[in-house]
């Protein structure tokens, strides 16, 4: 109905994507202003298996198909759009992914919506509007939408994916499943290749630099490495040791990373290093020399001993 | 296979940017190729050897930067370049859509590629939206194509590595993340000539009439602070603090 | 020995004694068809020479220089006594040897035979005896010089090892076999001529006036025994085995290394050092640098043929030290074999490889190996270590300038291009952003575009963004504060001088930065220019159409300092100076930083490689923008390590070139000497010396 939130649910190998619990999270507090229902539409095989972890929407549109197996950028767009044309929902949301990229231009554009895109929050309250973030994050702009209707494509991190799991028991409804001809047709999907850890791709690095001092020492930055989840990476006088193979290098002549979380250790921060790694969503350091340039790009940093920090942080993680 | 590539001029990410009202503060504001564009001319370039054909190259405006990224294309291997319209403003996606849409219509083309995304798209992809307009299928997030008789291996990457492969029917509009190769160097001495090839056109093109619908009602700078925030104490304070912050960032 | 007064009326000797008229005819025969051969493999090298593009190296000035060189045998001698005075002894023997032969022959065939004049003749009488003298304290020399480099090859030194440092497979050994054959026939030559004139000296019955003979006269009493008939066939016999090993040397010179006696006069007498200082731009942009053989000029095609396989670059080269595919005497023996393959030239031991085919895309990439060109730091090294003129790194750069025109490009490279292409500096940095490094500094620094200046600083990009080299840059501009001079600098008018791009190949590039900056300077007013940055100290002189002095930094300092402009408090201890490239081998300058480490009251020790010798820290010729994590040892680690084998009381490792500051302030980390060596800037030595303010 006009006043109902639409969620576009992202899943992969029967898996919802934390990206759709935020979407359902910010959908759940606009449904609240605008008094609509929150619903959610997953589209493909075995969508009905995934009804049941979709407590946070209100209302669960189910198209389970064999004609729409794995994500398909032509079917499941033109699916999502034939529901936004049936449902007419006031606010329709995406997650600004590789899926949802494909899903929200297309259904902004063929139902002559507006679409807010790189959107950190949206607001219902007077008439549509939301945060954008622009030119990589260096501008935010806040939008007011001119028209009733409109497709927000929302940033990682808008909302807490944890708000959008909860919820009680939605109604479930079948809907259409009539796939017209496409003209793409999904081949596979393929994992990276195994082998050595891709740091490119961890949410956290635990990257050690010059201060461990000595190759017994990475040990003990493995050991705080697995309590984290994180991969371990390094500085290039590490690899050039040949303490850690090339593939965990970061910087100038390695990897450039983004990980969420980038726990620098005892890397003073060369610019050649600094340059591989600057763009990571947080940054902690810790060196013992309070003046290391490290310290000019970490979002937060402590000056002391790291073999103090080390151990210290893997027992509370592990403890 | 003919393949138009769609580049954009976007503020040099380099420069640190000054808010001017609701826009950026453009009067000193250095403008390059959106990094995207630069793989997507990659790889249109890289079918155009496998199979033959033709790369024509598109932008919008008539701004020094925008012929200088012109005749870096042609002087890469693309054959024509256009130039759209005398006198456009800055324009939305929407609006940038539109006039590739009136450029491209009846052009004939296999295969259109421009990058998966720019820094400036607030309203929404240009690749997609151009494609919605053109009424062609379309992939975004692509990382690398083989080119078959009358449609493409596509693989698109979802997320962490993980890829997917689609066959996609010609003609379409994809939108590339990274080209199967770093895009190519082309010399200065090459681009100097290229400016003389005269293989540039200028095509008049009318102001967009359909915008994005919304309206910028702020811009500011993000709130920065200068450094680390430096955490005080011991071993202990320094790791509660930063248990905090793995919570904030949600990997905790 | 008979008496102190010869008598040398009757001196001289009969050249052809006892041969008859057959025997006389057969040897011209074989003396024509000798002298044809060599004149046929002479010409075909002529032809070869002649494939190439035209060069202006014709200059009077240049010739009197290398007269001296040649005649001195001073560029062998340099850093290698022993080798270079045994040469001079063989070279001179040698053309001594030669002119005696040439007396005889306008004596004999032309005075003699040819105008029948034997009344004109002179090689008799007292010419005879000064002519037997001379002859034979030469022919001493020549033979004990031929000894002494026989004996230096044999000790193997590691710069005569012919393994190849790239992975190419390579059957070398003719090189070796052309070595040993070349010493062989002139140290038999040597020898033969003694027995020769022993022979003949006891055949005719020990003439008084043949004492002078020194050589020849004691192997006459040494063969007494063979009696006269005895000594008189061994005479002829000798005489005929010298002169048709003399007559096949003549022949064999074209097609060996022989040749190089003509060559490398050749060489020396057309080369110019500073070609690699001031680099030959690019004539056709539509097709840079030298793709075919035909884009060389005739004086590289001559540098080919000019190599002895010596192996002092192959010694001095810091990307061959450092593990890279590249050795500059590799370079030009491939690039020999490659122009004589494709000019039909054969040398007598055959070919050393297969001869390689240029590519479509030209000779980098085919017959030199993409990495192995850009492995070079553009050091100059080989230039300054090669006693034969042969010039390295412009051949070089020409190469490079095809792949970059192909857009084949090393990655960390091809950042580096765009990023000065866009914002005229290499580190990406938007040129807003270029005079940062002033923020901290507690005054203004004139704008040398808005106020007049007398000096105007072009502070480079790496003095300009790398936070390692901005501190040297804050400290040069406080001591010239100090020191009263009127400076300013370009602000963010200043774009990379463009001195490593242009050696990188990119030559559009360097255009385009040097025509930006140009015009930026014509926009200043100032009197004279200095730089913190010996990169762009050299092609500011040299590649700018401006004609500004320009001064080095560490000049000024010296000025003030030697004006006792400062009032300085002595330091304490050892410190080593390390000679930038492009400051040292390119500009000449080696005094300077030297007076002013020692006006801080430091101790100066040199390192073995100083000076002209000095060993490059491995940035150069856009070295500092490639990755260089494959190098199994870096330059600037190599050379840390041979400062710290001066001793542990040394405690400086003093540095006036930015990229040396960047370099060896990371390798004495990585080599784990940073504790007790402390790598730093003559301007942050000063500053600490510095105790009071100017006396002026």
């Known amino acids: 109905m006009a006043n109902d939130i639409l969620v576009f649910v992202e899943h992969l190998n029967g898996d919802i994507t934390d990206a759709t619990y935020e979407l359902l999270a910010t959908a759940r507090s606009l449904a609240a202003q605008t008094g609509g229902s929150v619903d959610a539409a997953v589209i493909g095989t075995g969508a009905s298996a995934l009804a049941d972890d979709l407590g946070g929407a209100d209302r669960i549109l189910v198209a389970d198909t064999d004609a729409l197996g794995a994500f398909n950028p032509q079917g499941h767009a033109e699916m999502f759009a034939s529901l936004v044309e049936t449902r007419q929902p006031a606010i329709t949301l995406v997650p600004y992914t590789s899926v949802g990229m494909d899903i929200g231009n297309h259904v902004a554009a063929t139902s002559g919506q507006p679409l807010v895109s790189y959107c950190l929050s949206v607001d219902a309250g007077d008439g549509l509007s939301g945060t954008c973030q622009l030119y990589s994050g260096k501008v935010q702009a806040d939008v007011q939408v001119e028209a009733d209707r409109a497709v927000f494509a929302m940033l990682a991190g808008a909302a807490s994916a944890d708000d959008g799991r909860s919820g009680g028991a939605a109604v479930i409804e079948n809907v259409d499943t009539a796939v017209p001809d496409l003209a793409i047709t999904f081949i596979g999907t393929a994992e990276p290749e195994a082998g050595d850890v891709d740091i490119t791709t961890e949410d956290i690095l635990v990257a050690i630099g010059r201060g461990i001092e000595s190759e017994d020492n990475i040990e003990e930055a493995q050991a705080l490495a697995d309590a984290l989840g994180a991969a371990l990476a390094a500085s290039r006088p590490i690899i050039d040791q040949g303490w850690l193979p090339k593939t965990r290098q970061v910087g100038k002549s390695g990897l450039s990373v983004k990980p969420k979380v980038y726990l620098a250790l005892g890397i003073s921060g060369a610019p050649e290093h600094l340059e591989g790694m600057r763009d990571s969503s947080t940054i902690i350091a810790v060196n013992s020399d309070p003046q290391a340039p490290i310290f000019g790009v970490a979002h937060y940093g402590w000056a002391g001993d790291l073999f103090d920090f080390i151990p210290e942080l893997t027992d509370r993680l592990e403890g | ?252 | 020995m008979t008496g102190v007064v010869l008598a040398t009326e009757t001196a001289g000797r009969e050249v052809f004694l006892g041969f008859n008229t057959a025997a006389t005819i057969l040897f011209y025969v074989l003396a024509t068809v000798s002298i044809g051969i060599f004149l046929w493999g002479f010409y075909a090298r002529l032809r070869k020479y002649r494939r190439g593009r035209p060069s202006a190296r014709l200059d009077f000035g240049r010739f009197v220089r290398a007269l001296g060189d040649i005649s001195s045998n001073r560029t062998i001698a340099k850093r290698n006594r022993v080798v270079g005075v045994a040469h001079f002894f063989v070279f001179w023997g040698f053309i001594v040897l030669l002119i005696g032969t040439t007396i005889i022959a306008i004596d004999e065939d032309i005075i003699g035979f040819i105008l029948d004049k034997p009344q004109w003749q002179f090689w008799h009488g007292a010419f005879y005896v000064g002519y037997a003298f001379v002859l034979d304290i030469f022919g001493i020399g020549f033979i004990v010089g031929l000894i002494v480099l026989a004996r230096v090859r044999r000790s193997k030194p590691p710069r005569l090892d012919y393994a190849r440092v790239d992975d190419v497979e390579a059957d070398r050994r003719g090189y070796s076999l052309d070595d040993r054959t070349f010493m062989a026939i002139l140290l038999f030559l040597g020898l033969t001529g003694f027995l020769l004139e022993g022979f003949r000296i006891a055949a005719t019955d020990y003439p008084d006036f043949e004492v002078v003979s020194i050589g020849g006269y004691v192997v006459a009493l040494l063969t007494s025994p063979l009696g006269e008939t005895g000594n008189d066939v061994a005479r002829l016999i000798t005489w005929w085995v010298h002169g048709l090993v003399a007559l096949t040397f003549v022949a064999y010179l074209p097609y060996s290394k022989g040749m190089h006696i003509l060559n490398d006069a050749a060489d020396l007498a057309f080369t110019e050092p500073r070609s690699a200082a001031v680099l030959a731009g690019v004539e056709d942009p539509t097709s840079p640098g030298y793709r075919t053989l035909e884009d060389f000029t005739w004086k590289d095609l001559l540098d080919f043929d000019a190599c002895t396989k010596c192996g002092r670059c192959h010694d001095v080269c810091p990307a061959r030290a450092s593990g890279s595919p590249l050795s500059p005497r590799d370079l030009i023996l491939d690039l020999r074999e490659y122009a004589d393959a494709s000019s039909g030239i054969k040398m007598w031991y055959g070919a050393g490889a297969e001869p390689t085919n240029a590519g479509s895309s030209g000779i980098a990439g085919s017959v030199i190996a993409i990495d192995t060109l850009w492995a070079c730091t553009t050091c100059m090294a080989c230039m300054e270590a090669c006693p034969v003129g042969i010039e390295h790194v412009p051949t070089i750069v020409q190469l490079r300038r095809t792949l970059v025109d192909e857009g084949e490009v090393e990655p960390g490279l091809q950042n580096a291009f765009q990023a000065l292409a866009r914002s005229g500096n290499s580190f990406g940095k938007s040129a807003k952003q270029r005079a940062r490094w002033t923020k901290g500094l507690d005054f203004k620094i004139k704008d040398a575009r808005s106020e007049p200046v007398d000096y105007l600083w072009f502070v480079g990009d790496h003095g300009s963004f790398d936070p390692r080299a901005t501190e040297v840059s804050r400290t040069v501009a406080k001591l010239m504060e100090a020191g009263g001079v009127d400076f300013g600098i370009l602000y963010d008018g200043e774009r990379s001088a463009g001195n490593d791009v242009r050696r990188a190949g990119e030559e559009g590039l360097f255009e385009m930065l040097r025509d930006s900056n140009v015009e930026t300077l014509e926009s200043a007013s100032y009197k004279r220019m200095f730089t913190t940055d010996p990169h762009s100290l050299n092609t500011l002189r040299g590649e700018y159409p401006t004609d500004d002095d320009v001064l080095h930094y560490t000049a000024i300092l010296d000025e003030l300092v030697s004006s006792g402009r400062f009032a300085l408090s002595p330091l304490a201890g050892k410190a080593t100076y390390h000679d930038p490239c492009y400051l040292g081998r390119y500009q000449d300058e080696y005094e300077a930083p030297r007076r002013l480490i020692r006006a801080v009251g430091l101790e100066v020790v040199e390192m073995g490689r100083c000076r002209e010798n000095s060993y490059c820290c491995g940035a150069g010729g856009g070295r500092i923008w490639m990755d260089d994590s494959d190098l199994d040892e870096r330059p600037a680690e190599n050379r840390i390590r041979e400062a710290v084998a001066l001793g542990d009381d040394l405690r400086y490792f003093v540095v006036s070139c930015p990229k040396d500051m960047i370099m060896y302030s990371d390798a004495v980390k990585t080599t784990g000497n940073e504790e007790h060596l402390e790598v730093v800037d003559i301007a942050q030595l000063l500053e600490r010396a510095l105790e009071a303010v100017p006396v002026g």
């Open chain 2, 1 to 252: 296979m003919n393949i138009a590539v769609l580049l954009r001029a976007v503020p040099d990410p380099v420069e640190e940017l000054e808010i001017d009202g609701v826009d950026l503060d453009r009067d000193f504001l250095g403008y390059v190729l959106n990094e995207f564009d630069d793989h997507a001319l990659e790889e249109g370039l890289l079918i155009k050897e496998e199979t033959g054909g033709t790369v024509t190259v598109y932008a919008l405006g008539t701004a020094d930067e925008v012929e200088q990224m012109l005749h870096t294309a042609l002087a890469k291997g693309a054959d024509t370049a256009k130039m759209l319209g005398s006198d456009l403003d800055v324009v939305d996606a929407h609006g940038q859509a539109e006039t590739f849409v009136e450029a491209l219509t009846g052009g004939g083309f296999d295969l259109v590629l421009s990058g998966v995304q720019a820094s400036d798209e607030i309203d929404g992809q240009v690749a997609m939206l151009v494609a919605a307009g053109l009424g062609f299928p379309h992939v975004s997030v692509v990382v690398g194509t083989k080119p078959a008789d009358g449609s493409i291996r596509v693989t698109k990457e979802y997320w962490a590595g993980i890829t997917a492969d689609y066959d996609v029917a010609l003609p379409a509009v994809l939108g590339i993340q990274t080209a199967r190769e770093a895009p190519r160097y082309v010399a200065v001495a090459r681009i100097r000539q290229a400016q003389e090839s005269g293989n540039l056109e200028e095509l008049d093109i009318d102001q967009p009439e359909n915008g994005s619908r919304m309206t910028i009602t702020e811009m500011r700078l993000p709130e920065e602070g200068e450094g680390a925030e430096m955490i005080e104490g011991d071993e202990e304070a320094a790791v509660d603090r930063v248990l905090e912050l793995l919570q904030a960032a949600g990997v905790r």
